[in-house]
């Protein structure tokens, strides 16, 4: 550790329903990195402050402290010191977190990848074999075992059928920022390099009957909605992505997003499409696939 080093502990109180929980969290603070642990495992914390909600104005005008910093003529700039009720931050824990998940979350540079097909199949395929985060929270949701109370459609068929929820980025306070996956049911589908002309009844499915029911629950037309698969995804089984338009959601860019409208044009066109064609994607410095293509001397 170095001089600027510094410890700090606090209680982790958490409270579902009537019953609360302590916990010890440590973090060790190393050159403004920190390290969280929690009962001494090694965790991720991401802490992000959601978006003003219309409907609490009110509540905030009235029940906030305000300090003017500086008036200059017709502007002015204040610190306000919102109620504790509108002062959450939204908060996401990984623990135990693995190496690979502290890396996925630390700030890195990143580089755009050339894969052509041959390049999947002898640098990326063996690398997810051995790599790849744990499905354990995707089987979990489709077979109940988390998060069934926050199922918003699902469609049962073991072939085209999937179960459709809130993104676990999204806290559904509102739906300007509405993000939810649908999560297929078959098992088997890596990514858009899987997929052939075979799996369009799935995704035309996943597409027809998702947006009908984020019609039916949100009251957003299809218009509304940017509906993609991710390439590379960080899970490796298939997954569809639904955002609000006008979200600019973390990777929705053009270097990391496939429409799912073109994905089924071009599976129609051609059944072979992802297994042959060059995909482009962005990976972060310090991600192992990049080591791999730079080991290949593709890079
Ligand atoms: O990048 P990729 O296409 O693999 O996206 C996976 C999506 O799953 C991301 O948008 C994550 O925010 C979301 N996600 C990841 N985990 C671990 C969970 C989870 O446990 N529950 C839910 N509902 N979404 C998750």
Redesign the pocket.
């Known amino acids: 550790m170095s001089e600027t080093a510094a410890k700090r502990e606090a209680n982790w109180v958490e409270s579902e329903n009537s019953s609360r929980k302590v916990k010890r969290a440590k973090a060790d603070e190393d050159n403004g990195h920190f390290k969280i642990m929690f009962a001494d495992k090694e965790a991720v914390v991401i802490l992000e402050k959601t978006p003003i909600r219309e409907d609490t104005l009110a509540d905030l005008f009235s029940g906030s402290v305000l300090k003017l910093e500086m008036k200059n003529d017709i502007y002015s700039t204040y610190r306000l010191q919102a109620p504790h009720h509108l002062n959450e931050i939204k908060t996401t824990v990984v623990c135990p977190a693995t190496e690979k998940h502290i890396k996925k979350y630390q700030r890195q540079e990143s580089f755009l990848v050339e894969e052509t097909g041959e390049d999947y199949e002898s640098i990326t395929l063996p690398y997810i074999q051995q790599q790849s985060f744990s499905l354990q929270?995707v089987y979990n949701?489709l077979e109940k075992n988390a998060?069934a109370d926050?199922i918003v459609f699902e469609d049962p068929d073991p072939k085209v059928g999937f179960v459709l929820?809130?993104?676990?980025?999204w806290d559904q306070k509102q739906v300007d920022d509405l993000?939810l996956?649908a999560i297929a049911h078959c098992r088997g589908i890596r990514s858009l390099r899987d997929l052939k002309s075979e799996h369009l009844p799935l995704l035309q499915n996943i597409f027809e009957k998702g947006k009908e029911a984020i019609m039916q629950r949100y009251n957003l037309p299809a218009s509304k909605l940017r509906v993609y698969?991710?390439y590379q995804?960080?899970?490796y089984h298939l997954?569809v992505?639904f955002t609000k338009l006008g979200y600019e959601a973390p990777?929705c860019g053009v270097e990391r997003a496939h429409l799912l409208a073109d994905v089924i044009q071009n599976l129609q066109s051609d059944f072979q499409y992802y297994k042959t064609r060059t995909l482009y994607f962005p990976l972060r410095a310090e991600d192992g696939l990049l080591s791999k293509f730079k080991e290949s001397g593709k890079l």
């Open positions: 929270w949701i998060e926050r929820l809130p993104d676990f980025k993000y996956i698969l991710h995804p960080s899970y997954h992505h990777g």
